[in-house]
């Protein structure tokens, strides 16, 4: 991306100065396993508030992710790394990691990403790597957070967006969000009332740290400059 900026003298025309920076555009790297309407909400906001950065590629561990779908009809290239083919855990993050790289992210977003990576493989991306989370944490870490809330019988609920640390669901937050948890509410009504949050809080986010605004640093999310609202 190039910025240009001109001077023109107000009566002669004449072209008084001229500066012209390349501003080179960072790359997100995002990971799905399923519809990611996450990612969806990511690539939404990135095209609609013309953010610094682009959406470089889209990834899933299933060939059968319909989000691929969404991200090729968007005109991102997309890749299938199936970890059914991998032996190993380890042998899948490698292989994982090597497809990303080519992409030359400056940040790795899990969207709805159903695997447990490995410590190498979450080290090689340490400050360049989010997930979000459907809880309040340390609150209802791994699966089912919405049952967990309502079983713990919590009035309110929640999202967070934090980054990625080798132990699962306790890395640095950078954002939350909360709802009210109804006398009424099942697990699918919960799960859609924090999800509206969701596709608030994490493109906001994404773009925070993307854009420097937010940096991990000695395990602690830092403002350095005002982030977003948007």
Avoid at 156 to 173: A, K, N, R, S, Y
Wanted: proline share 5%; aromatic share 6%.
């Amino acid at each position: 991306m190039y910025w240009i900026f001109s001077l023109q003298l107000p009566k002669s025309g004449r072209l008084l100065v001229q500066m012209r920076y390349n501003v080179a555009m960072k790359n997100i790297v995002i990971l799905i396993s399923g519809r990611g309407s996450n990612m969806q909400a990511i690539v939404a906001a990135a095209k609609q508030q013309q953010w610094s950065s682009r959406i470089a590629a889209v990834i899933s561990n299933r060939a059968d992710a319909s989000g691929l779908v969404y991200a090729e009809q968007q005109g991102i290239p997309t890749a299938v790394v199936a970890n059914k083919d991998y032996p190993t855990r380890e042998a899948f993050d490698a292989a994982l990691q090597l497809v990303i790289d080519q992409f030359t992210p400056d940040l790795v977003v899990l969207a709805g990403f159903m695997r447990i990576l490995t410590s190498d493989f979450v080290l090689h991306y340490t400050g360049r790597m989010l997930n979000i989370h459907p809880s309040l944490l340390p609150s209802f870490p791994g699966l089912s957070t919405h049952r967990q809330a309502l079983l713990a019988g919590v009035k309110v609920h929640g999202v967070t967006v934090h980054f990625v640390t080798p132990v699962l669901d306790h890395g640095p937050i950078i954002e939350q969000a909360q709802v009210p948890v109804m006398a009424d509410d099942t697990e699918e009504s919960l799960a859609a009332r924090v999800l509206v949050q969701e596709h608030l809080i994490y493109p906001r986010a994404v773009r925070n740290v993307v854009e420097g605004n937010l940096v991990l640093l000695n395990d602690q999310v830092v403002r350095l400059s005002t982030p977003t609202d948007c």
